[in-house]
């Protein structure tokens, strides 16, 4: 008789927890994780960017605004096939949507000086995981109240 009343008290729990972490899931990333505008301002300086990695997510439209420090620097992204330059006193501006997720590389396209092929930066683009997250640990948590209840 106890043993029931135990059993059907957990199962009333995860049963609760399952439904919080679901409306978790739903109502939260999905504000956070629909597509976004981002803006970025990348300081280009023999022979680096700051800052030399920026993050979006898959989806963001984003907006660099690419400023020269010294001399005339170029962005060229790859992966992504765009570009655009920036002179002293005059800033050049990217505006694309981060479709594809991965690593991307983007690299000075004016020859600035002596190490001017070095000069790099990166483009991290995260796919929306977070939705896929949640909805698995819904799944698990109502898995092991399944267990709980039928064993
Ligand atoms: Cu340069």
């Known amino acids: 008789m106890m043993r029931k009343k135990v059993v059907l008290f957990a199962t ?24 976004r505008e981002r803006f970025f301002e990348i300081h280009a300086k023999r022979f680096d960017y700051t800052p030399g990695t920026i993050q ?25 096939e765009i570009k655009t330059s920036a002179h002293p006193g005059e800033e050049g501006t990217l505006t694309f949507v981060a479709d594809k997720t991965g690593r991307y590389t983007f690299r000075c396209a004016t020859t600035c000086g002596e190490f001017h092929p070095y000069m790099v930066g990166y483009l991290n683009v995260e796919p929306n995981s977070r939705l896929w997250i949640f909805a698995l640990l819904t799944v698990g948590v109502a898995l092991c109240s399944a267990v709980i209840v039928l064993r």
């Open 12 to 35: 009333a729990a995860l049963g609760g927890l399952c439904i919080l972490i679901a409306l978790v899931g739903i109502a939260t990333p999905a504000a956070a994780e629909s597509p």
């Open 56 to 80: 979006v997510n898959q989806g963001d439209k984003v907006t660099v605004r690419l400023i020269s420090e010294d001399v005339s620097h170029g962005l060229y992204l790859d992966g992504y």
